[in-house]
């Protein structure tokens, strides 16, 4: 018993003189995640898996009053983090229903909260603010006021890339995708068209609200709103998918009958790649020029320029590489722009024949070659959007396909797209995927056509 006894008093002893780790210190969440070209785009310190925007827009006036709610996991103690918000003004900010401290400067929002915020904490922000939206204007990305905007009594919104925090507080960056909630009141007759799924229209007299639900993870830039004048046209799409578009009352039918084999285009992306990702699908066509269409999530936004089969296919095909599978930073748009750029070509393909294609890219490949078109694996700001990733990004899958047959090239599509499906994606991942399911290492192959400034020869 003795014994037993001077051993219990010397582990306590021992336990006494053992060092208490000190409890993790509380820090600043980074103001952004370090993106190659936008480097305050986003936020460090927390991931986010919801957002819940309740708005009510003045469309006349351009002025909105919203409410924001975000539930997100903080992945480090925090003491302080950050949203991305530009222009609005901010009233109030709760983080778990307690009143939080706040500070602007340019598009930070710096929230502390009453108390810190432990590693794995689930925490609920919410954040009043209103004001006039004004879009994000960029010299390099001129073609393209970002966000939201404002134009002959009707409302759009197109954020790539860094557009979203112009009409609500964000983590503003793709690698952290959400799902979203959208609660919108609008004036009488004004229509709202969103992403996801309309799930209620809640009638409140001379006004209306409408609730749009996407359920699948969404990256920021991806969000929309439309608001104005627009007829809602539906049809059955394939296995349960509702195609459903919104177009301008006097465009109805013609626009109606150019976007008729959209439920075509849905089957044959789906035997290709993968059941197509979401509930629905469709386009929101603007009664005036926009210059481009937009491939946000489940509603792309088209200008009617834009009412082209091949541009109808583009922004489809995105919906599964660029949407579903994204890229992980800005620098390498060509995840995004290449890939839908060479599926546009396999719709047409599949209709026009293996010599359309083959024909059609030996004729973009002399183009690029001749105009020294710029290598597709990083770009620069002023190329997010240029030939280097659509049209050479797109000669990187086609020499892939190429160099490892048809059979193995739909397999790498399938592996990649099922693998990265509702995350972000890295040009380094892209490659290991193909050496995977080639059985080849195909590193030095398919760097030679992300990097080098000579475009390879066309394998033969």
Not at 83 to 103: K, N
Not at 124 to 138: H, I, M, R, S
Request: net charge negative.
């Amino acid at each position: 018993m003795r014994i037993t006894t001077l051993l219990v008093g010397l582990a306590l002893l021992l336990a006494a003189c053992r060092p208490i780790p000190a409890p993790a210190v509380a820090m600043v969440g980074a103001p952004g995640v370090g993106d190659p070209i936008f480097p305050l785009l986003g936020n460090g310190g927390y991931d986010v898996q919801h957002y819940t925007l309740d708005l009510t827009v003045d469309v006349a006036r351009n002025l909105l009053k919203g409410t924001a709610t975000l539930r997100a996991t903080a992945t480090q103690p925090l003491a302080a983090f950050n949203l991305d918000l530009l222009g609005l003004e901010v009233s109030t900010i709760s983080v778990d229903g307690a009143p939080a401290h706040f500070t602007r400067s340019g598009q930070e929002l710096t929230i502390t909260p009453g108390a810190p915020l432990a590693t794995g904490a689930i925490f609920t922000t919410t954040v009043a603010y209103a004001g006039e939206p004004t879009p994000l204007a960029d010299p390099d990305l001129a073609f393209i006021d970002q966000g939201w905007n404002h134009q002959d009594g009707a409302i759009y919104v197109v954020s790539e890339p860094g557009g979203a925090m112009t009409w609500y507080p964000v983590n503003n960056h793709p690698t952290d995708k959400a799902t979203y909630t959208l609660r919108v009141t609008v004036d009488k007759p004004n229509v709202v068209a969103a992403n996801g799924v309309l799930t209620e229209e809640i009638d409140l007299g001379e006004q209306r609200t409408y609730v749009w639900e996407m359920a699948q993870p969404m990256a920021s830039y991806l969000t929309t709103l439309v608001i104005g004048d627009f007829v809602r046209v539906e049809e059955p799409g394939p296995d349960g998918v509702l195609i459903r578009h919104y177009f301008p009352p006097d465009e109805v039918e013609t626009l109606t009958r150019i976007f008729a084999n959209t439920d075509e285009m849905v089957a044959f992306y789906s035997d290709l790649i993968a059941p197509y990702p979401f509930a629905e699908y469709g386009v929101v066509m603007l009664p005036f020029p926009l210059g481009f269409a937009l491939e946000t999530q489940t509603l792309s936004v088209f200008g009617p320029e834009m009412a082209m089969e091949g541009v109808n296919a583009h922004e489809l095909a995105h919906q599964w590489f660029g949407d579903t599978v994204t890229l992980a930073a800005w620098d390498q748009t060509w995840l995004n722009e290449g890939f839908a750029t060479y599926l546009q070509r396999m719709w047409l393909e599949d209709k026009l024949g293996r010599g359309f294609m083959d024909g059609g890219m030996r004729q973009y490949y002399a183009g690029l070659k001749g105009f020294k078109v710029a290598a597709p694996g990083r770009v620069t700001e002023a190329e997010l959007f240029s030939e280097a990733v659509y049209e050479r990004g797109a000669w990187v899958l086609h020499a892939l396909r190429l160099e490892i047959g048809d059979a193995l090239f739909r397999e790498f599509l399938r592996t990649y797209y099922a693998r990265y499906k509702n995350d972000v994606v890295t040009t380094a991942d892209f490659i290991a995927t193909a050496n995977e399911v080639s059985g080849q290492d195909l590193t030095e192959f398919l760097n030679a056509w992300l990097y080098d400034a000579e475009m390879p020869p066309i394998p033969e």
